[in-house]
């Protein structure tokens, strides 16, 4: 009998070989690490960004909250903070439901992200819908503002705000 003798196995693998191997697998690695650094970038720009902070939506800020308030007719203030997915998730749906219903000029955006843990904003809508006040206990909230009154507010404190109560109040109160 004979033996056969592969050829294939015979052949010595040139160290070139292993380099080229080593400097394509340190790419891949260095392209994944970036693609992953531009992805949790992406992400943490658009949660630090309201889908309300969009030119359509009329916004307060800080400064100007007492006097923008009193001087509104019928509108929903909603007060919200940046930097949660599951907040944007649900302005994203809300966001929908507004320009469906053609109701984006009856709503203003005040975002209280710069407020960081301080409550100071709760106190300032306390003071300013004393009416209201017991309503008011922490953001994201809805509030319906008729003639410069705050009428109800509907806060986040056992579920979060989400298209579906935006819809009970806008056919709670007939706004259109």
Request: hydrophobic share 40%; with cysteine; aromatic share 14%.
């Amino acid at each position: 009998m004979k033996k056969f003798k592969f050829k294939l196995f015979d052949k010595k693998i040139p160290t070139r070989n292993y380099f080229i191997v080593l400097v394509v697998s340190v790419l891949v690695i260095i392209a994944c690490l970036y693609l992953r650094t531009f992805y949790l970038t992406y992400r943490n720009n658009k949660l630090s960004t309201s889908v309300f902070s969009d030119q359509k939506i009329k916004q307060i800020n800080t400064k100007d909250v007492n006097f923008a308030l009193t001087e509104t007719g019928d509108v929903l203030l909603y007060v919200s903070y940046t930097g949660n997915s599951e907040i944007y998730n649900n302005e994203k749906k809300m966001y929908e439901v507004l320009e469906k219903k053609d109701l984006l000029d009856d709503i203003i955006y005040w975002n209280v992200s710069d407020y960081g843990d301080s409550t100071d904003y709760i106190s300032t809508l306390k003071k300013q819908f004393s009416n209201i006040r017991d309503e008011i206990t922490n953001a994201p909230l809805l509030i319906y503002i008729k003639d410069g009154e705050a009428v109800e507010a509907m806060s986040s404190e056992l579920k979060t705000i989400d298209y579906k109560v935006l819809n009970k109040m806008i056919e709670k109160y007939g706004i259109e």
